[in-house]
């Protein structure tokens, strides 16, 4: 019997967004086992803590087999060890993605040889899609239905107190 191959899909998920579930899925199809890992990174500031992205990640991921949520701190290699992946799955939206996720990859190349990166693409609609941008609409009450999972427009609108009529 072949071994079970496992991806870690490592990243901030401040919160997660379709385009982050669009990848989750994508990967899903093609490896046994996918664990999104959640970055615990104290010197940027966000507006979930990370236990609060991880429930985000599990309420928006029910019902897709295969994948689980945690998080981390640390070096991301160190994570992947620890859960045992032999590859770690990233998206690339667009060229401006690039550069940054090809200095990434070598770091992490030189810090653990054995790890693969494997580059994704999401559909389409979501390649313009980023936590930020849809943090900065929801901020303003703005429309965020269909760009990010409904648990998580919940708590975007909680968090900022708005009803999200605007914008229509
Ligand atoms: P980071 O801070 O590590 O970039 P993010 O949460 O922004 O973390 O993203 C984690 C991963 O998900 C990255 O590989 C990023 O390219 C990918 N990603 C983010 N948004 C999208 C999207 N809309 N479509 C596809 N992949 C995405």
């Known amino acids: 019997m072949s071994a079970k191959r496992v991806a870690l899909f490592p990243g901030s998920f401040d919160p997660m967004t379709n385009g982050h579930l669009d990848l989750a899925q994508r990967a899903a199809a093609i490896f046994d086992r996918v664990v999104i890992a959640v970055a615990h ?8 803590t990370p236990e609060e992205r991880v429930a985000l990640i599990e309420g928006a991921l029910a019902g897709t087999r295969g994948v689980t949520a945690m998080h981390f701190s640390g070096l991301v290699v160190d994570c992947a060890r620890s859960v045992g992946a032999q590859v770690m799955v990233r998206g690339l939206r667009a060229v401006s993605d690039f550069e940054f996720e090809f200095q990434m990859a070598l770091m992490n190349r030189r810090l653990s040889p054995d790890l693969e990166v494997a580059f994704l693409m999401p559909s389409q609609e979501y390649t313009y899609l980023n936590s930020t941008l ?5 901020r303003h ?27 229509r």
Do not use: W
Request: aromatic fraction near 4%.
């Open 41 to 48: 990174n104290p010197a940027k500031t966000s507006l979930f």
């Open 134 to 138: 849809v943090k900065e609409v929801a």
């Open 141 to 167: 009450g703005g429309r965020i239905r269909g760009l990010v999972p409904l648990n998580v427009e919940r708590a975007l609108r909680q968090r900022f107190r708005t009803s999200g009529r605007s914008a």
